[in-house]
């Protein structure tokens, strides 16, 4: 599913496209990816508001509305936000005062759109662990101290660390040159401080270059993600590694298929 870099990518492109914006319409093709609250009254209570601020936490877009409500979005594994959109393609359509288009798609109706009184009081939120990019490099030291849980899995897990996910997790690991099924209390203290680093750079060089589109995630505006041609073990099973030339390798750790090289991470 898209991770940071990709919901980082579309909270930007909302920011420039519909702040300030007045929802003027709301048709739903498809109620399955209203959560909440009913489909009239999810309509009732997003005509005439005009989208204040756009706001990310780990992998959920929250829209804050004139109202005061907010419409939360996840995108999840299959969903796509489009603008300008057709105003016919679309699970659930926004029209707004410019006469343009909000597009939410999802192929496979995984996504869920909320419209609630407060975006905090989400269980979802509240079970959130810190970003990367909201803590330093001694407290991830201190968070990784005597946990005995593989690393991979770990830094995967929205509430001990948020926003990371299976590529970027890989990714990260590669290129801190560490084995992804160890146990994090076996890092030294040096491995801890260059994997936080390795997470944050990569992180952001993949906002960078708009995210990866390596299954449905696109920009708003449709194009794919730029960070593919630069991923270095996540899909590469089989090619020979980047550095080594030591064919990358497929494991299951956690449930999720993890690539690396078994020569050069330890």
């Not at 420039?16 to 109620?31: E, L, T």
């Not at 006469?99 to 109706?109: I, S, T």
Request: charged share 30%; hydrophobic share 35%.
């Amino acid at each position: 599913m898209p991770e940071l870099p990709e919901v980082e990518t579309i909270k930007r492109e909302l920011e420039q496209s519909i702040v300030g914006k007045k929802i003027i319409d709301v048709m739903i093709n498809n109620p399955k990816v209203i959560r909440e609250p009913k489909p009239a009254e999810f309509i009732r209570g997003l005509k005439n508001n005009l989208v204040k601020r756009i706001l990310r936490k780990g992998k959920l877009l929250i829209l804050e509305l004139s109202s005061g409500q907010a419409l939360c979005i996840h995108l999840k594994m299959t969903g796509q936000l489009i603008y300008p959109g057709s105003g016919v393609e679309g699970r659930v359509i926004f029209k707004f005062s410019d006469g343009k288009f909000l597009d939410f798609r999802d192929q496979r109706l995984f996504a869920d759109l909320r419209l609630i009184d407060d975006w905090r009081d989400l269980k979802f939120i509240q079970g959130l662990g810190p970003e990367p990019f909201e803590i330093g490099a001694e407290q991830f030291k201190e968070m990784l101290k005597n946990k005995k849980t593989k690393i991979k899995p770990l830094i995967m897990d929205q509430t001990f660390i948020s926003g990371v996910g299976n590529l970027y997790a890989a990714e990260a690991l590669f290129r801190a040159r560490i084995n992804p099924a160890r146990p994090a209390s076996s890092l030294s203290d040096k491995e801890k401080l260059l994997l936080f680093k390795e997470i944050k750079d990569t992180l952001q060089e993949a906002i960078k270059y708009k995210g990866s589109s390596v299954d449905q995630y696109v920009q708003l505006t449709g194009k794919r993600g730029g960070y593919v041609k630069f991923h270095k073990v996540y899909d590469r099973v089989g090619k020979p590694c980047l550095v080594c030339k030591t064919p990358i390798k497929r494991i299951a750790l956690g449930g999720r298929g993890t690539y690396f090289c078994t020569k050069c991470q330890r």
